[in-house]
């Protein structure tokens, strides 16, 4: 099973900047799809961004031109850079996995980490 730990979050102004970090238990390279999500109070549980080993990226509308995920495959981790961030971005932060093992698709999840915009 992977797991994963991530960390921060925090508290920001609004136009403000934060980096979260996803550490990966296992290679990078054992994982199809390393992603963000997202929960508010009483919302359900939304992609941010996700990218594929290949590198390949998705963004919900939400957050184009605003944040950027890479990874580092030397460290098994996966970073997401929030930029210009708004008080609708508040939330609990889930960092996911999905990956393949004895021909079944598994998603891993980290705890979560929060993060708090203040306007």
């Known amino acids: 099973q992977v797991q994963l730990m991530e960390s921060g979050g925090g508290l920001v102004q609004a136009g403000g900047s934060l980096r979260l970090s996803c550490a990966a238990s296992?290679?990078?390279?054992?994982?199809?799809?390393m992603g963000w999500y997202r929960q508010a109070p009483g919302k359900q549980r939304d992609l941010v961004a996700s990218?594929?080993?290949?590198?390949?990226?998705n963004y919900a509308d939400s957050v184009k031109g605003r944040f950027t995920i890479s990874r580092d495959n030397a460290k098994d981790t996966v970073y997401l850079q929030m930029n210009s961030l708004k008080p609708e971005d508040a939330a609990v932060y889930y960092c996911?996995?999905?990956?393949?093992?004895?021909?079944?698709?598994?998603?891993?999840w980290g705890q979560g980490t929060q993060v708090t915009v203040s306007s």
């Open positions: 996911n996995a999905r990956y393949a093992q004895f021909g079944f698709n598994y998603d891993s």
């Open positions: 296992v290679s990078m390279f054992r994982i199809s799809v």
């Open positions: 990218i594929t080993t290949g590198g390949k990226t």
